[in-house]
Nanobody, 118 residues
Framework: QVQLVESGGGLVQAGGSLRLSCAPS????????MGWYRQAPGKQREMVST???????NYANSVKGRFTISGDNARNTVYLQMNSLKPEDTAVYYC????????????WGRGTQVTISS
């Protein structure tokens, strides 16, 4: 079974930066889409950013200009560089991956906590 392993969360002050990473455990075929979602306390999970295998990116309006997503197709790895962090970015960040291997598959990581202090 595919597991997505996230790393890079933590506690930083407002204005600081963090870099999240996500990779699958084990060797598997490439995903079609990878990305990041987040869920703050008392709120629904929301899309932060996604990237396709061809490098097409998508961002939530709230993070445009501050976050940058990138991917390493060879390693099936996705990164999220987060700059100019704000207290409202505080959430659990989940890695997401979608694959079409004859059938559709979607995977989620366990989440990594990002906390921004004011």
């Amino acid at each position: 079974q595919v597991q997505l392993v996230e790393s890079g969360g933590g506690l930083v002050q407002a204005g600081g930066s963090l870099r999240l990473s996500c990779a699958p455990s084990g060797s598997i075929s490439r995903f079609n889409i990878m990305g990041w979602y987040r869920q703050a306390p008392g709120k629904q999970r929301e899309m932060v950013s996604t990237i396709t295998r061809d490098g097409i990116t998508n961002y939530a309006n709230s993070v445009k200009g501050r976050f940058t997503i990138s991917g390493d197709n060879a390693r099936n790895t996705v990164y999220l560089q987060m700059n100019s962090l704000k207290p409202e970015d505080t959430a659990v960040y989940y890695c997401y991956a979608y694959a079409n291997w004859g059938a559709a598959y979607a995977y989620w990581g366990r989440g990594t906590q990002v906390t921004i202090s004011s």
